[in-house]
């Protein structure tokens, strides 16, 4: 195990709504990023959070908010939900200059 | 920008047979190279990267800056490899990782 956590495993939420997912990182792992994994397709960055405050984003919109908290933890908040946003999300944390660990995932579905 | 290709969305070998994955990058400065496995049910993790140079459960994958090449090689395929295989490029200081679309390998009895 990596010791990331990811929660929910699974999520089901209706066009317009907004969610929340949530990551927890091991100790000390000060970086943490955000990927979509859309069907067929390889992770996409979403953004990366380096000691609370975010310091890199991919080509997604601004409702795709997070924020990264001193206990590892972290959250990926996205509003106004599009059938679109139905995905995988997957968090990965790393120590200084240290590989991604990634978590196993929260599966989105967006009716 | 940060580009992986990787050409071949499905590969399938005979148990014992070598098996090559292809990666191809675009980037234009210093890149760092992986290749992540994700097998049935698990989640994604690291098999190598570039810049540690060494085999694990007998991959390689040697960084080709001349061809942008990032292939990953095996020579004697086992069944337990089947697994989905993204190639993926870090630019600068673990940065963001951009990934290639996946490889689906299946080794056959």
């Known amino acids: 195990e990596t010791g990331v956590t990811q929660s929910p495993t699974h999520l089901i939420k209706t066009r317009g709504q907004q969610v929340t997912l949530r990551c927890s990182s091991q100790s000390g792992h000060n970086t943490v990023s955000w990927y979509q994994q859309a069907l067929g397709q390889g992770p996409q960055f979403i953004f990366q959070y380096y000691r609370e405050e975010e310091n890199g984003r991919g080509n997604f919109p601004p409702r795709f908010s997070g924020l990264q908290f001193p206990n590892y933890s972290s959250e990926l908040n996205v509003n106004a939900l599009e059938l679109d946003d139905s995905a995988l999300y997957l968090c990965a944390s790393s120590p200084p200059g240290g590989f991604k660990y990634f978590g196993a995932g929260t599966r989105l579905s967006v009716l | ?109």
Not at chain 2, 7 to 26: D, I
Not at chain 2, 27 to 38: D, H
């Open chain 2, 1 to 109: 920008a940060q580009r992986v290709t990787q050409p071949e969305k499905l590969l399938s070998v005979f148990k014992g047979a070598p098996v090559e994955l292809k990666c191809n990058y675009s980037y234009s400065g210093s890149p760092e190279l992986f290749w992540y496995v994700q097998y049935s049910r698990q989640r994604l993790q690291l098999l190598l990267r570039h810049i540690s140079r060494e085999s694990i459960k007998g991959f390689t994958a040697d960084l080709n800056k001349g061809e942008t090449s990032f292939h990953l090689k095996k020579p004697f395929a086992q069944e337990e490899d089947s697994a989905m295989y993204y190639c993926a490029l870090a630019g600068g200081s673990n940065y963001k990782l951009t990934f290639g679309k996946g490889t689906l390998l299946t080794v056959n009895p």
